[in-house]
């Protein structure tokens, strides 16, 4: 059975700075929040990236889904309705669009979760706060799709010579080929504003 690791208690400190005070809503009821709300977001994330980039090779191949990738991902998950002002992303450490970039939030997550992975822990969410402002809820993404060894998998064998071509061309700095089942491919990065978030919250406890 896998055990399950204390994950980044080293990142996951509320800063003492001042902040927005809410005598009706408490810090456990925020990360309660934040933790429903992140999980429900990136779960609608996953669904509408995943589903659009499997219709996209089931069209084209593929070529035409690493095109698909490169013009159309964050354009869907900027019109992702959440119900909530957040900044959605992925971040990785092996990466194809610099836009997946991590900040040094997530860097220390993804290096906690492959270190979690690396000694067969589960891997769960977590709650960070990177600063008094915001709030960060990270949730692994792992590869387990073996559609996705088209575009991630082993250069010759799984990602065709043209495929590779392809990525290169798009992506000179390319890192994100030669995973396999099981590897960490990256986080959701879902960045919550604290203020709103306790507005919201306040206005859901008057409903």
Request: glycine share 6%.
């Amino acid at each position: 059975m896998k055990k399950i690791l204390p994950l980044l208690s080293l990142i996951v400190l509320i800063a003492c700075a001042e902040r927005k005070k809410s005598k009706s809503i408490t810090d456990q009821q925020i990360q309660d929040a934040v933790m429903i709300e992140g999980n429900r977001i990136s779960n609608a994330a996953q669904k509408a990236l995943g589903g659009q980039l499997k219709k996209a090779m089931g069209e084209g191949g593929p070529r035409y889904a690493v095109r698909f990738c490169q013009t159309a991902a964050y354009p869907i998950l900027d019109t992702l309705t959440t119900g909530l002002d957040v900044k959605i992303k992925r971040a990785s450490l092996r990466l194809r669009n610099p836009k997946d970039a991590p900040d040094d939030t997530e860097r220390k997550i993804l290096e906690q979760y492959q270190k979690s992975l690396d000694g067969q822990a589960a891997l769960q969410p977590v709650v960070a706060f990177p600063n008094e402002n915001q709030i960060l809820f990270a949730k692994p993404i792992v590869l387990n799709n073996p559609l996705c060894l088209n575009c991630h998998g082993s250069v010759g064998t799984e990602v065709s010579s043209e495929t590779h071509a392809l990525i290169k061309d798009l992506y000179p700095d390319d890192n994100a080929a030669n995973h396999k089942i099981g590897d960490l491919r990256g986080i959701w990065s879902i960045t919550f504003d604290r203020d709103k978030l306790i507005t919201y919250l306040e206005q859901q406890k008057q409903e």
